[in-house]
């Protein structure tokens, strides 16, 4: 019977402990990630190339960057193309950030962008020049866009002197 044989379906060797017992169960933040709307995201032509576009106009050479919620890393990938010395890739999904790196690596970045698994409220010590926070979502409600903005504040990352890829916010509501 294959299934009661060890070396098929068990330890190959029972004297050994087995290694599967040593690995730890995953937890769901392991096995799900928000990459649905990155992905949603990135594939609005339309809008990946005005927010590419948008980057590259308001970055200057040797720019520190951070981008805020980098999700796919589309705005630290035209960081890091439009000449900034320095990006740091910040996002909080940890298998967006394995994406991320992978990506970084396969266009040759990884001197320029720094890609950082964190929640942005909790960045010290660097002032960005330029920052894209692309966590605005509907209403400000879903993803943490108004209590970032003052952590980065109050921490002196973001100053007056910052550029801002998203320089308003503008919310509507229609009654139905």
Known sequence: DMMNDPAVCGNPNP?????????????????????????????????????????????????????IGSGSGVLALAAARAGAGRVLAVEIDALMVAALRRTVAANGFEAIIEVVQTDARKLRDIHADVLAAEIIDTGLLDEPFVPVMNALTESRIVDKSTRMLFGGYTTTVQLV
Do not use: H, Q
């Open 15 to 67: 004297n050994e402990a087995d290694p599967r017992s040593e690995v730890p169960s995953a937890s769901f933040d392991d096995i799900w990630s928000g990459s649905d709307f990155p992905y949603v995201c990135l594939k609005d032509r339309g809008r990946t190339e005005a927010l590419i576009d948008c980057m590259t106009r308001i970055v200057r050479p040797g720019d520190t960057v951070v981008d």
